[in-house]
């Protein structure tokens, strides 16, 4: 199920006068397919209702109060009207289920470097604006990480960037344990429109003064950067690292775990990141309130009885928030976390620990999306499927369950989305446009 919380209207309660317990029905969230309903009483009964929609009666029981009831199989962009009846009582709430987007994309391929000359790929990914996208990690050719004829060496890229028509390759140079380097870049961020963030040991800031260099306190490799919309910059990375940026300074935060934190998200002044160890099957998702973080859900190598009592599967490498704030985690499978709730989402073929087998996609490496009706997850085997809100679509090549392709980082915006990574040692984009 893909929860929105939708634009609706909630018609006043109808109680006749000798009634001595009221209910409400209210539309709590809505999909391009499904809605979903809170019901609530004023006490404890065992009075049993009845739920019409549209005339047609879908539900008859007795229900306890404060319950989630989920209506699917509905038209998208649709409009229903919903009825609880209760002895000559009744109460309605109308809903307006989402529109789907579009499939329909082009989209352009390209390799960099050369793959015989280092194990090179890029692992972020920012859109600044349709003209400008800045791609990090190492590439390596015959060109570079080597002396010309004069004596002079030649640094290895590791940045792309993107003008629309064509890729550069650029060389950034970081500063880390008091050397500056050419090595890799792990995380770009767009702070503005002309300020642009680069993580490596230290955070190399780009903007129209010129480059400098910002202290992060981060000890060891930056992972991932998110900024929320008052500039606080938060800042991941390995041995479960936090830095945190309040717009004038940066200071260490403990995130509570060992696990390295490999993606940070957030939306409306919550803050999620996700940590992992693949080699262990061990998995952490953090969520930050109140200037601290504790653990939403831990991942671990469990059977099909055990997940969501209360633990994933595994490991998890990307967490997204869409326009409601439902989460999103990405990894061994893609869950969803809804009403205090975890769940596999259902609409995704195989996304399931007893059903994963033969699946047309891998291992996820990142989520992310404009809207939850319009939604990436890209990662291992070529893996890059696209959600409309009600089916999933798999662009560019065709999976392949042989493919050295891995995406390993998508960014989104309205009319664009560029997905990089890795094809076997070659670093690989895509850039793809909305139709």
Not at 156 to 181: C, I, K, M, P
Not at 417 to 434: E, F, I, R
Request: glycine share 10%; proline share 2%.
């Amino acid at each position: 199920m893909l929860p929105i919380f939708l634009s609706c209207t909630k018609d006043s309660p109808i109680v006749s006068p000798d009634s001595s317990l009221s209910y409400s029905i209210e539309v709590k969230d809505a999909s391009c397919t499904e809605v979903f309903l809170e019901i609530r009483s004023s006490a404890i009964s065992n009075n049993t209702i009845s739920i019409i929609r549209d005339s047609v009666l879908i539900l008859q029981s007795k229900i306890l109060s404060d319950t989630i009831i989920i209506d699917s199989g509905l038209a998208p962009s649709h409009q229903y009207k919903y009825l609880l009846i209760s002895g000559s009582s009744t109460y309605s709430a109308t809903a307006l289920t989402m529109d789907t987007t579009t499939h329909e994309f082009s989209w352009q391929y390209f390799e960099f470097g050369d793959q015989n000359h280092g194990s090179g790929g890029f692992v972020d990914i920012a859109i600044i604006n349709d003209a400008l996208v800045y791609a990090v990690g190492m590439i390596y050719s015959a060109e570079t990480g080597r002396r010309d004829s004069l004596g002079n060496w030649i640094d290895s890229h590791n940045v792309a960037r993107w003008d629309g028509q064509s890729w550069e390759q650029l060389s950034v140079h970081g500063y880390f344990n008091g050397y500056t380097t050419y090595g890799l870049i792990g995380t770009v961020l767009k702070y503005d429109s002309n300020d642009v963030w680069f993580g490596a040991g230290n955070v190399i800031r780009w903007n129209a003064k010129g480059i400098s260099f910002i202290s992060t306190l981060l000890n060891g490799e930056a992972a991932k950067m998110y900024v929320d919309d008052m500039k606080n910059v938060y800042l991941v990375g390995s041995g479960g690292a936090v830095s945190y940026y309040d717009g004038t300074k940066w200071q260490q935060e403990s995130s509570g775990t060992s696990l390295d934190l490999v993606d940070v998200y957030g939306r409306d002044g919550t803050v999620v990141a996700t940590g992992s160890d693949p080699s262990i099957g061990k998995g952490i998702i953090l969520e930050r309130n109140n200037s601290q973080w504790h653990t939403l859900v831990e991942g671990d190598v469990i059977g099909p009885d055990q997940i969501f009592k209360p633990k994933l599967y595994a490991s998890t490498e990307s967490v997204w928030i869409d326009e409601k704030g439902t989460i999103y985690a990405a990894g061994n499978f893609l869950y969803q976390y809804k009403f205090n709730q975890w769940d596999y989402l259902k609409n995704l073929s195989g996304n399931n620990l007893n059903q994963a087998n033969g699946r047309p996609w891998s291992f996820l490496h990142r989520v992310r999306g404009n809207k939850s009706n319009d939604f990436w997850i890209v990662g291992e085997r070529n893996t890059l499927l696209h959600f409309n809100g009600i089916t999933w679509k798999q662009i560019g090549f065709p999976y392949d369950g042989t493919s050295h392709i891995i995406w390993r980082s998508i960014d989104v915006s309205e009319n664009l989305c560029v997905v990089v990574g890795n094809n076997g040692n070659q670093p690989v984009a895509m850039v793809v446009k909305y139709q």
